[in-house]
């Protein structure tokens, strides 16, 4: 049996008096497209922290690729590429290249092979003819593409996507969805949260759904749909949601 991607554990994550994961327990595969959805606070941020080691959990274990995500922070940090929803880019004396080339220094990455890898990740992205521009010279797009760049640079197993087209136009949007289509065709774990529901209706063969920090649903849009009797995801989603505030 194939070790999973990522192995989560009756995962507990409080502060102070608020539970921001609750017992959660889940299993996403290689090779997988997994959407983690919820509301505002359901404790998506948090895990993904803790997966990648950011935060360390009150109680539970998280296995990376058979890794423990605590002890073996160092690993797991080589074998995950995460994209933030916050736009985090260094700062004005680096241009777009050199953004790329500095990030790959932080994985051991040999000079010569990052800067081909940076100018790779710049054509596939469509930000080649911006390589020599400031980050405040690009158009939002452009940032997020860059982002999106900076988590692939040492060409991690997984790829974690934290709102990754929040605030993007629906060009842009459509833009993103085909680059994490092709990414994931080229074989990589994707783990995505989002608040768009038609976006992990059409990327996403498995969902989990969070409210309080608890997993209150999973598995595919079609099986939730059809489990619920409704048409789209976006309609399981309302229907769990105001269940679970009853």
């Known amino acids: 049996m194939r070790t999973p991607a990522i192995f989560i554990e009756h995962l507990h994550k409080s502060y102070g008096d608020l539970v921001a994961v609750d017992d959660l327990s889940l299993e996403i595969q290689r090779g997988e497209f997994f959407g983690l959805l919820g509301p505002n606070g359901a404790g998506k941020t948090t895990t993904i922290n803790a997966i990648v080691g950011l935060v360390k959990p009150t109680s539970g274990h998280i296995t990376v690729l058979g890794l423990d995500a605590v002890r073996d922070y160092r690993r797991v940090h080589r074998l995950v590429g995460i994209a933030f929803q916050e736009l985090i880019l260094d700062g004005s004396f680096l241009n777009v290249r050199e953004i790329l080339v500095y ?25 080649w003819e911006k390589r020599s521009a400031r980050v405040q010279e690009l158009s939002g797009g452009q940032k997020r593409r860059l982002v999106l760049a900076k988590a692939l640079i040492h060409d991690p197993e997984i790829v974690i996507l934290d709102e990754p087209t929040a605030g993007a136009d629906v060009e842009m949007r459509l833009q993103l969805w085909e680059m994490l289509q092709q990414l994931h065709a080229q074989g990589k774990t994707i783990l995505l949260t989002t608040h768009y529901l038609e976006e992990a209706e059409r990327l996403c063969q498995r969902v989990g759904i969070l409210h309080h920090g608890r997993l209150v649903s999973l598995g595919s849009p079609e099986e939730l749909a059809r489990e619920r009797g409704q048409a789209h995801l976006e309609d399981v989603f309302l229907e769990l949601i105001r269940s679970e505030q009853a």
């Open 103 to 127: 990030q790959a220094g932080y994985f051991g990455i040999p000079p010569r092979r990052a800067r081909a890898k940076a100018d790779e990740l710049l054509e596939r992205f469509g930000l």
